[in-house]
């Protein structure tokens, strides 16, 4: 079982930043991937990037060379950093962690809520 709790969510203005923090209750060296993802009001959830092992980090075409997917193994966590904010970034967003043993997983956090306006 691996509980994953996201932190750093709020109201951010345009052009500003906010970093999201996924904190896992497992070493996410044992964890194959992960990733953000967001859902906007009345929208689907959809991928906003992802890490994988021995894979490059895999960003939307809408967050390329806006937002930066990191991990910190030292301390069981993930980052989102986002930078150049658009009213159009705002949704709930939620981290996944995906396991390949003892069989293949996905854990979602409780998603954390990003409101970008003026």
């Known amino acids: 079982q691996v509980q994953l709790v996201e932190s750093g969510g709020g109201l951010g203005q345009p052009g500003g930043s906010l970093r999201l923090s996924c904190a896992a209750s497992t070493s996410i060296s044992t964890i194959h991937a992960m990733g953000w993802y967001r859902q906007g009001s009345g929208k689907q959830r959809e991928l906003v990037a992802s890490?994988?092992?021995?894979?490059?980090?895999n960003y939307a075409d809408s967050v390329k060379g806006r937002f930066t997917i990191s991990q910190d193994n030292a301390k069981n966590t993930m980052y989102l950093q986002m930078n150049s904010l658009k009213p159009e970034d705002t949704a709930v967003y939620y981290c996944k962690g995906s396991v390949l043993y003892p069989r293949r997983y996905d854990y979602w956090g409780q998603g954390t809520q990003v409101t970008v306006s003026s």
């Open positions: 890490i994988a092992v021995g894979e490059s980090a």
